[in-house]
């Protein structure tokens, strides 16, 4: 086979042609303890509140610190488009983010254009399944969704009129990488990098131990990331890098290539996992994530999740995510703790996030949906629309019907396809077994009302037996 043929990067090659910014080689910066975690500055904050983990590196003296003091600082976090949707795994890194940004600093979102394809091995017990250039980049159009829509309604919901924000700015590094040469990339990136450090990184050791083992693609991730943070240093000023503890190793990649080509101090930040009760990471792999695009998680799942978070979790995920003063958030324990049945914390904690997620129609929505499910409401069931019914009772067959002069009870049930022909569905409906707008009937061949089993959105919401719902629309009415 012939060999194929390799574009040239004259951009790439002018960073590391001789007379340029290359220097020694230095050593690898060692982890130590700080006393960032001590005082008042901004990380020591964000420490209190378990936003952020550690930091790299961790030298005496708050480097990191004096750096955010110094002068507005642009911080990039990464997102791999593998899904079409960010989660709840996700969001802390998103709240540091915009922690940083009401600090003042510049946000730098970039998304993995490029490297979704390889795969991440970092957390990850074996390779990621490959995937085309048009599903990453869908993926990638559903990840802007979700961040554009957390940052909107944190500046809607939890900012004032007053409060300008550093502006959110979305990159995608397969800009950088398309048409670029492979020979090039190697001869002046690889280089820098010494295959002795890149096989003691954690997230190396552990898949290289694993039966699957590790292939060559997901070997190469670190140096990809690394040369993420170089591009972004280089190009928009970036000196800090956000990510969870995962990302220790490819933040640690970056920091190292960056000091040997520039010279330059970068600073990584991390922040930790948000895990399960049963202590597995939260996300897509696990089987356990919750979505932040509605069309995957509605915002009355979301809100859910956190309303039945054990009391253990509750004053940590307040602190975590939330923007509720520490004081305020003690405020809040000592309530519940007077009585913990009524849940008083979590439902704080849910409306807060919903929000953030969802802004104030989705938690609104969420409100709604809980009153219809838990609370049997006929008159919040009147103020839902099509969507939340649909979202509600996920997986309901839903059926739009022409409303007939003597429409019964039966034919409703019949239209909905929610009981058998024949006698075996009248008898159903007799026995009671029945409920039309969380109301149980037993005529079948009543004539169905306006108001009780016909809402005046145009709804009737079947129920059969405990939990086989069906929801009808109702054409042509008039009311």
Known sequence: MAAPMVRAAPLWWSLWAPGSLLSAPRKAAKRVRCRWRSGGGLLSQLHQRGIVQDVFPAAEGGGLQQLLESAPQTVYCGFDPSADSLHVGHLLALLGLIHLQRAGHRVLLLLGGATARLGDPSGRGGERGSLSAEAVRSNARGLRRSVQAVFANHHACFCGADQPQAPLTLLDNSDWYQGKGLVDFIDTVGRHFRMGTMLSRQSVQARLKSPEGMSFTEFTYQMFQAYD?????????????????????????????????????????????????????????????????????????????????????????????????????????????????????????????????????????????????????????????????????????????LLEPGTTVLDLCRKANAVPDGPRGYQIIADGGIWINNLRVTKPEQVLVLKQHILTNGLSLLRVGKKNYHIVKWLNMVT
């Not at 307040?318 to 305020?328: A, D, G, V, W």
């Not at 104030?360 to 219809?372: N, Q």
């Open 229 to 401: 943070f170089y591009y972004l240093n280089q190009h928009h000023d970036c000196r800090i890098q956000l990510g969870g503890m995962d990302q220790l190793g490819n933040i640690m990649s970056g920091y190292e290539f960056i000091r040997k080509v520039t010279g330059q101090d970068v600073h990584g930040i991390m922040v930790p996992l948000v895990t399960s009760a049963s202590g597995d990471k939260l996300g897509k792999t696990a089987g356990n994530a919750v979505w932040l695009n509605r069309n995957k998680t509605s915002p009355f799942e979301l809100y859910q999740y956190f309303v039945r978070q054990p009391d253990s979790n509750i004053e940590r995920y307040l602190k975590l995510f939330t923007f509720i003063p520490l004081p305020e958030i003690e405020s809040i324990m000592v309530n519940h703790g007077t009585d913990p049945g009524k849940r008083i914390a979590q439902k704080r904690l849910a409306a807060e996030v919903t929000k953030l997620v969802h802004g104030k129609e989705g938690l609104e929505s969420a409100k709604r949906c809980t009153s219809a499910l838990y609370h049997n409401s006929v008159d919040v069931l009147e103020t839902m629309s099509d969507e939340e019914l649909q979202e509600l009772f996920k997986g309901a067959p839903f059926s739009e019907n």
